[in-house]
């Protein structure tokens, strides 16, 4: 080792130390690599190669905060997603959802019916809710 890669070793190394003070540690770890093996990153311009860097730390501090937050909350199964929906047959999702699809693509005239049933039914039903609670308030 010849005395100007022993002097890029030890800035490297003292630049690695620093990013970990500064509390980057995705970044450190992005910088660490970048250095072990520069013919990866030869090709790249200092923007890009920084670039790199910044979104590595900023990826990371996303996702902490995303694994932060799901585990003070209180839901009640954090690793849920929709890839996990168990369309059983006694639940009837599929079926349902088939269906809205179908219904959808081939007559959107007919879901939009559809959709303008249920809101006059859930009016109708407030309007009863309303009218109910207002001949009781009258009678008190």
């Known amino acids: 080792m010849d005395l100007s890669t022993m002097e890029v070793a030890v800035m490297n190394r003292d630049t690695y130390e620093k990013l970990c003070k500064m509390r980057l540690p995705e970044m450190a770890s992005q ?18 190669e920084f670039e790199l860097l910044v979104d590595a730390e900023f990826d990371a501090r996303t996702n902490n905060k995303i694994k932060r937050l799901l585990k003070n909350s209180s839901i009640p199964d ?24 179908w219904q959808s693509s081939h007559f959107p005239e007919k879901t939009q019916h559809t959709l303008d049933v249920r809101k006059k039914y859930r009016r109708q039903k407030q309007q009863e809710k309303q009218a109910k609670s207002h001949t009781q308030y009258c009678r008190n």
């Open 31 to 48: 910088y660490r690599k970048h250095a072990e093996s520069p013919e990866l990153y030869a090709a790249m311009t200092f923007d890009e």
């Open 78 to 101: 954090t690793t849920a997603h929709i890839g996990g929906i168990e369309f059983l047959p006694e639940r009837h999702l599929l079926t349902v959802l088939t269906r809205w699809d």
